[in-house]
């Protein structure tokens, strides 16, 4: 599933750029989180637990900066693994702007894949929710 | 070969009539409405631990490692296990289908997982809610592999392959060739070819989810198992091998079922995983299966693909058979499959006279949920693609809908009739229930709607008629492997009067909802000559009764049949019993004693009278004052096994009388069609069922609804859905639609009465009437589309393809050829 859009945050390109590179910064973004584990600048995994219709469903997410232009673009790959159901998610993200304080246009695009019982919760909403949560976290990002 | 003979019945009719035949209310239905019925859920064993079956997230995948160390850990766990676990402690389960898909290795759980959903492992903990978070802690190292979730491309040897060991994925292939299809062809006036025919997937979500409760005591060897399994002894012969007990170790038992529809059949595989747990733990296991996991694994009705279709027309309309390939997709495994590669030919030429009949069966295994019994079991796919060839013929070569029916019907007068492949039709009058059909919906007012139009709008009729073919004879399963030592059917029922003059009766069935208490005692009490309120049914199923034989369960449409006619037999001996001590008693002949209202007395002189109380007083606890010959030959406890008439079919020529009654559903209904949207609205749906002598016609009327509403929620809601690489993507009742009150129209029944000549009640067994709304619907949707519109190809047809076929978007080629 593709779902992609764009945004202003009342944030600029440095301090967004800065919180959505630092995984510890990103922890406070992300919804749910209740475990980071940080390996390098480039790798972390975060345990999730949002609530579904079944309930929590914990994640050990994965995450992967694959990509990345300081100040400009950053691309993760998130690998998440639960009992009985898994999630992949490729995240991309760019800041454009001339560098204004108050503020940034964000563009981002995301591709995720849904195994297992997750895949068939919402399946007519799952790109609305997907891109209502990637919203909510740039938005927590420049918070 | 083997010409079909069904046995002359002794009619038992002349017996009943008092009570049966009237809409008693039904006696369940006290305790179910009051909140006061048992179900699996309810009951609960000391010490009992529950369990949480961790299931595959990929539809197909090696398991490269599983470890349960986390979960193990965890307080309040008391027990996991995996696949290869349990290879170590059970034998794989027995096969019905014949070499090469008898080489499939299956244990209770999955060494490879092959559909999403395969459960992989399993947890017994404290809680149920314990148990799924312990669940989420095993690791399980997959491998994944491509799927192949298409019953035409499984079929194809460059497809991936599920089970290794088969070499392929063929459940079973075979040929059913009736009469000379090629004559025919050759000598039509006109051949109808259809490229593409497409029965979808479904279900029918009963209320109440499987579950069950398993204890294996460790002391005894036995294995309690309360379960609402609907066809226990036949899980019973798959589990016993298995786990390496014998029959009288493995004791089934439950109350109340919150519906089946044949989907509780093969729920075998998890209640072996529960007994396994329960040895090793110590405790007893139970499992509540949550409704998400019921959609993703609980089994599916058969989806099936109609190719190459065939069908040889005289020009005055006499359709002469048909000619096609058909694919039937079984899903991951075969749990009671291949069955229903048979199952279909019960119902060979549907509704009508058709002669010539070729079927180029074959049966895959694909990576989605493994299929399962589910109402209508494999004849309503069947009954649906003759009902669009006759639709299709009637439009193609414009012949009057209800005409060609009435025409190619089997008549009235031909009953009993014979079916090319050996079947005998019990009874009926196709063209009268179509009548009543007709004007349940007024059917000449429509036309005249349909003339008149409004914008925006079209109006569609349909007529859908199928059969409802009733009491399997099991012999049919040696068509598909005459290796398998089955044939007839039966079924079991004990009447006992008790030390106070009660009447109690156990059943063989394990009713899920269709009132076999109020019915057995209906039956019953006309035998004994007392009220149906004086005679006790056993609730549920309980083996230890011995009330069972190997067939016993609830399937099939048989318990009309089945069921009652034992109950009946049952009845009937103890009734002679009565009246044998009775006339000892009395110092009087049998035939001399009038058994009515409780009491035996002497024809012509009440006064000269015993009680039933009294009966059971001298049997019982008195026994001294009978003369030895009299207390030796009664036990006022009968049991009686009633067995259909049958013969072994032929495996060779696939022929013989796979089923004993057919109950004959024709409905009609008119649809209103938004051209903009796609939406179906039904504005009349008219159903006219023939079962038989009707025991109970409130009940039968239920079923009726009931069935009719499962139909046109299927026809217009409910499919499953899954993605190319085999994501169940709508194991939920928000994305799969399952029809409320507010989709059910209001329906208009009528009946017609035809009593089976080959039951001992006339009745015939009913219920699985499922599939008349889907021919229906299609064929309105048909006729609402106009005569230039593409063919409604498919079962299930959402405003979405409505709406594509308004665009003339979906299509399965139609071509006609005259001579």
């Known amino acids: 599933m593709r779902a992609d859009g764009s945004l202003s945050v009342q944030a600029s390109r440095e301090v967004m750029w800065s919180r959505l590179s630092d995984p510890r910064e990103l922890e406070r973004a992300l919804p749910a989180v209740e ?71 964000v563009r981002w695009s995301a591709e995720a894949s849904f195994n297992g019982i997750l895949s068939a919760l919402g399946q007519r909403v799952l790109p609305a929710i997907l891109a209502s949560q990637v919203e909510g976290v740039l938005r927590a990002a420049a918070s | 070969m083997t010409r079909a003979v069904v046995e002359t019945i002794e009619s038992v009719e002349h017996e009943l009539g008092r009570y049966t035949g009237r809409s008693l209310p039904r006696t369940e239905d006290r305790r179910l409405l009051k909140g006061q019925g048992q179900f699996v859920d309810d009951t609960w064993m000391f010490r009992q631990g529950y369990v949480h079956f961790l299931r595959s997230p990929h539809a197909h995948a090696n398991i490269r490692r599983i470890d349960t160390s986390k979960a193990d850990a965890l307080p309040g766990v008391y027990a996991t296990m995996t696949a290869a676990e349990m290879a170590e402690r059970c034998e ?95 000598n039509a006036d006109h051949v109808v070819r259809i490229e593409r025919l497409h029965f979808h997937r479904f279900s029918s979500t009963p209320l109440e989810c499987q579950g069950a409760l398993v204890n294996w005591d460790l002391g005894t060897g036995q294995v309690e198992i309360v379960s609402n399994i609907q066809f226990p002894m036949f899980a019973s012969q798959v589990m016993g091998p298995s786990l390496g007990v014998r029959q009288d170790q493995l004791l089934w038992r439950y109350q109340d079922s919150g519906g089946g529809f044949g989907n509780k059949i093969a729920m075998y595989p998890q209640v072996a995983a529960l007994a396994l747990i329960s040895r090793k733990a110590g405790r007893p296991a139970k499992w509540t299966e949550y409704r998400s996991e019921n959609l993703l694994s609980c089994g599916m009705g058969n989806e099936r693909t109609f190719l190459d279709i065939e069908v040889p027309v005289m020009a005055d309309g006499t359709i002469l058979g048909f000619k096609l390939r058909a694919f039937d997709d079984a899903g991951a495994y075969l749990h009671y499959e291949p069955l229903g590669a048979v199952i279909w030919s019960q119902v060979t030429p549907g509704c009508y006279r058709f002669k010539h009949v070729h079927v180029d069966y074959t049966e895959t295994m694909t990576n989605k949920c493994p299929t399962v019994p589910n109402r209508g079991y494999s004849r309503l796919q069947h ?44 009874s009926g009058d196709l063209p009268g ?57 039966g079924e079991a029922a004990t009447v006992k009067l008790d030390l106070y003059g009660e009447i109690y009766c156990t059943l063989g069935t394990s009713p899920t909802g269709q009132g076999h208490e109020t019915t057995a ?47 009946i037999g049952a009845a009937r001996r103890l009734r002679a019993e009565i009246i044998k001590v009775g006339a000892a008693v009395l110092g009087c002949e049998e035939a001399d004693i009038v058994l009515d209202g409780g009491v035996a007395s002497y024809r012509g002189d009440s006064e000269r009278a015993i009680p039933l109380i009294g009966i059971a007083n001298v049997v019982y606890a008195n026994n001294a004052v009978l003369p030895p010959e009299i207390a030796d030959s009664v036990s006022l406890n009968c049991r009686y096994v009633y067995r259909p008439p049958f013969q072994v079919p032929d495996p060779e020529t696939k022929r013989g009388n796979l089923t004993l009654t057919y109950a004959i559903q024709v409905h009609a209904c008119v649809i209103e069609l938004d051209e903009e949207t796609g939406q179906v609205r039904i504005l009349q749906y008219g159903a006219v069922d023939d079962c038989g002598r009707r025991i109970n016609p409130q009940i039968v009327e239920g079923q009726v609804h009931g ?87 498919d079962s299930h047809n959402s405003s979405e393809r409505v709406w594509r076929l308004l665009r003339g978007q979906e299509s399965s080629h139609v071509d006609v050829s005259s001579r």
């Open chain 2, 521 to 567: 005692a209906q039956v019953i009490a006309d035998i004994l000559r007392v009220e149906p309120g004086d005679v006790r049914v056993n609730a549920g199923f309980n083996k230890e009764h011995s009330a069972y034989v190997g067939f016993s369960g609830t399937y099939a449409s048989q318990f009309a049949v089945t069921g009652i006619n034992a109950a």
């Open chain 2, 383 to 426: 009954l649906w693609m003759i009902e669009r060839i006759v639709d299709t013929v009637a439009r193609r070569l414009d012949f009057d809908p209800v005409q060609l029916r009435k025409q190619n019907y089997v008549q009235p007068e031909d009953y009993p009739y014979e079916t090319p492949n050996g079947c005998v039709y019990d």
């Open chain 1, 35 to 105: 475990e980071v584990e940080v390996s390098d600048e480039d790798s972390f995994s975060v345990l999730v637990a949002p609530s579904t219709a079944l309930g929590e469903t914990p994640l050990w997410v994965d995450v992967q900066v694959a990509e990345r232009r300081e100040g400009e673009h950053v691309r993760l790959v998130c690998r998440g693994r639960g009992g009985e159901y898994d999630a992949e998610l490729a995240l991309e993200i760019s800041l454009d702007g001339d560098g204004d304080a108050d503020g940034c246009e």
């Open chain 2, 707 to 793: 069935a009719t509403g499962h139909g046109i929620a299927a026809a217009l809601h409910e499919a499953f859905n899954y993605s190319p690489e085999g994501q169940l993507l709508n194991a939920n009742f928000y994305d799969y639609r399952v029809a409320t009150a507010l989709d059910i129209p209001e329906l208009k029944t009528d009946h017609i009465e035809s009593p089976s000549p080959f039951t001992p009640n006339g009745a015939k067994g009913m219920g699985e009437g499922g599939g008349a709304p889907l021919a229906t619907i299609c064929s309105a949707i048909q006729d609402a589309l106009g005569p230039d519109a593409p063919l409604v190809s």
């Open chain 2, 92 to 186: 794989p389960f027995f096969r019905i289908a014949p070499d090469p898909a008898a080489r499939i290795v299956e244990y209770p759980l999955a060494l490879k997982a092959r559909y999403e959903g395969d459960a992989v492992a399993m947890v017994m903990a404290e809680t149920r809610e314990l148990a799924r978070s312990a669940a989420e802690l095993i690791e399980v190292e997959y491998e994944p592999l491509p799927a192949v979730v298409d019953a035409v491309e499984a079929a194809d040897p460059r497809s991936p392959v599920l089970h290794e060991e088969v070499g392929s994925n063929l459940a079973w292939q075979g040929i059913y060739d009736y009469g000379d299809i090629d004559w025919a062809l050759e």
């Open chain 2, 433 to 489: 229930a179509l009548d009543k059909a007709l004007s349940l919906i007024d059917y000449d007012g429509a036309r005249e709607l349909q003339k008149r139009g409004s914008a925006g709008k079209r109006i569609g009729i349909g007529i859908g008629s199928t059969l409802d073919s009733g009491t399997n004879n099991f012999g049919q399963a040696r068509i598909i492997n005459p290796d398998l030592p089955f044939s007839g059917n």
